[in-house]
């Protein structure tokens, strides 16, 4: 397959993009007989990474009504304040939630998304969905978490645990006694770290960073323009229940703290999440995963400009590992050589895409448990 006439991020010049057996080859490879996509003013670029996420808690609403001063406080909070309505999310199959989750990323252009809690099923995923770090919560809310840490049939996992999420002195104590406790020394995938100082930071394998989440519990968001040169920063979504569905309005948030360069924030979204979690993607070079997407480039902005401003309804196209996953309708008729089959219609925002597997199924299967549940989109 090639993609002709897209933009790469920082060009000011249209190319072409190949893709054979699932991986982005070599433009030299391919022969006039390979399929064809052509766009119109699209840019390309790898598919994202989110590094944190919960998928079976993506049904609810975002709950709590004031700042916190930590995630213990908001959790004792909503738990007092939101039972019906957390109850009521939670008597809907976690396997359908799980699938809700999966769904919400590929709408977004995530190709990869890290599952943070118990391992779920999910069949037939249809992006990269990575489970295989040890999960703790934290070290307030995870029962027995020393001895899970330290646990010596897990030393070669990673841990992934949210750690200083708070604004408190208890918060950044709550760091320094997981690191005085990782007695094995495993690689800490540290998940928040607003209380997180740069001699803290030393300690972990690297910092996913939910500024979004962040500023809805807690008014702030780690300092990771003082952190980013002492530990690998990658990015983070969280859940619905403290974060919009939607991601490019975190990297949007993310980007008006200037805590990050642009190159960095994309970054944080591809390459440094690529390499932590050791995973063949992140780059559009000849060898890796074709993991891409291709939104609509607007017009009079640049590259980056472009990137930063896009919503799912800008997305043109989603592959994962070489597979469409998600098209705009303005591609179907070029699409000859998949089964069209084996894809659902649905809107956003008044635009048509074709989605992966029967999303108006799920959602339809979804509202039988819980008619009040809203979706970002809807069936055709």
């Keep these: 397959m090639i993609l002709s006439n897209v933009y790469r991020v920082g060009s000011k010049e249209a190319g072409n993009v190949s893709i054979s057996n699932g991986l982005i080859a070599d433009n030299a490879v391919h022969t006039a007989h390979a399929p064809k996509l052509v766009f119109d003013d699209a840019v390309v670029f790898p598919g994202l990474i989110n590094s944190h996420d919960h998928l079976d808690f993506n049904l609810f609403p975002q709950l709590g009504q004031h700042i916190y001063h930590n995630y213990t406080e908001w959790g004792d909070h909503i738990h007092r304040n939101y039972k019906p309505e957390i109850d009521a999310v ?25 599952n943070h809690g118990e391992e779920l099923e999910l069949k037939d995923a249809p992006i990269n ?13 995870e029962k027995h978490w020393k001895r899970r840490l330290n646990n010596p049939l897990k030393l070669a996992a990673q841990v992934a645990i949210h750690t200083g999420e708070g604004t408190d002195e208890a918060a950044c104590d709550e760091i320094e006694e997981l690191i005085h406790w990782n007695l094995l020394h495993r690689e800490l995938i540290g998940i928040h770290g607003v209380a997180m100082t740069p001699k803290q930071a030393r300690s972990f394998k690297a910092l996913v960073w939910c500024p979004q989440s962040n500023y809805f519990l807690l008014g702030t968001t780690a300092p990771v323009h003082r952190l980013k040169d002492y530990v690998p920063i990658i990015f983070g979504t969280d859940s619905t229940l403290t974060s919009n569905w939607n ?90 050589d998949i089964d069209k089959s084996r894809f659902s219609k649905i809107m956003i ?13 799920l959602m339809k299967n979804i509202q039988t448990y819980d008619q009040h549940i809203q979706f970002p989109v809807t069936s055709s």
């Design 247 to 336: 991601i490019w309005e975190h990297i949007r948030q993310a980007r008006k703290t200037t805590y990050l360069s642009d190159n960095e924030l994309l970054a944080n979204l591809t390459t440094n999440p690529a390499r932590v979690w050791k995973i063949n993607s992140g780059t559009m070079e000849p060898g890796n995963d074709a993991d891409l997407v291709v939104a609509r480039l607007k017009d009079g902005q640049n590259t980056m400009n472009s990137l930063f401003d896009v919503n799912p309804a800008d997305i043109l196209l989603v592959i994962s590992k070489g597979n469409i996953r998600l098209f705009d309708e303005i591609l179907y008729s070029q699409l000859d």
């Design 349 to 361: 925002n008044n635009v048509y895409k074709y989605v992966y597997g029967d999303l108006p199924g």
């Design 90 to 114: 939670l008597d809907i199959p976690i396997g359908l939630r799980a699938e809700w989750g999966v769904y919400k990323n590929l709408l977004c252009g995530v190709t990869t998304v890290v």
């Design 129 to 141: 969905v990575i489970q295989q770090c040890q999960s703790l919560h934290s070290v307030q809310f």
